[in-house]
């Protein structure tokens, strides 16, 4: 019985290929223990460089519970990737910093996309490149419509 191809398959396929690169290439530059979600809250915390960063902006942003987010900060400040600071106006928040470690983790993790999408790009032609984001939007946004648990599939 032959079955057709699995979208979803294909996707997470590319995925773990992509993130095995980039670890790979980060264990070579000293970062051996490093998980792949601490790039993600990395490029957060380097986005919102100068603005206070608390856990439970990142439980938001990033679709995950408190438990997952505690567990990834806490490896994270484990590893000197952040620090977590008081504010004085409630003892119970606590500020999330990059150190500097962290500045260069989230800078050699920057670098790495980067080489390997230029990489990955002459792969493609234009058109084609067009395409795949075109059909990488499409399928996004039906993901997010599932949020509202309307649409959900099962």
């Known amino acids: 019985m032959n079955q057709a191809p699995s979208l979803m398959l294909a996707i997470r396929g590319l995925d773990r290929q992509f993130q095995r690169e980039v670890q790979s290439t980060l264990r070579a530059k000293g ?52 620090t977590r600071t008081a504010v004085a106006s409630d003892a119970r928040l606590k500020r999330i910093v990059l150190t500097k470690k962290g500045q260069k983790f989230n800078q050699d993790i920057a670098d790495t996309i980067s080489a390997l999408d230029k990489q990955l790009s002459g792969v493609l032609d234009s058109e084609e490149k067009e395409q795949f984001l075109a059909f990488c939007s499409k399928i996004s946004r039906k993901l997010d419509s599932y949020e509202s648990k309307e649409d959900r599939l099962c």
Request: proline letters at 0%; glycine letters at 8%; a negative charge.
């Open 31 to 82: 970062f051996d223990d490093c998980k792949k979600n601490y790039g993600f809250v990395m490029h957060y915390m380097h986005i919102h460089q100068g603005q206070d960063v608390y856990q439970r902006d990142l439980e938001k942003h990033f679709h995950m519970n408190r438990s997952s987010i505690t567990t990834i900060v806490q490896g994270m400040e484990k590893e000197g990737l952040i």
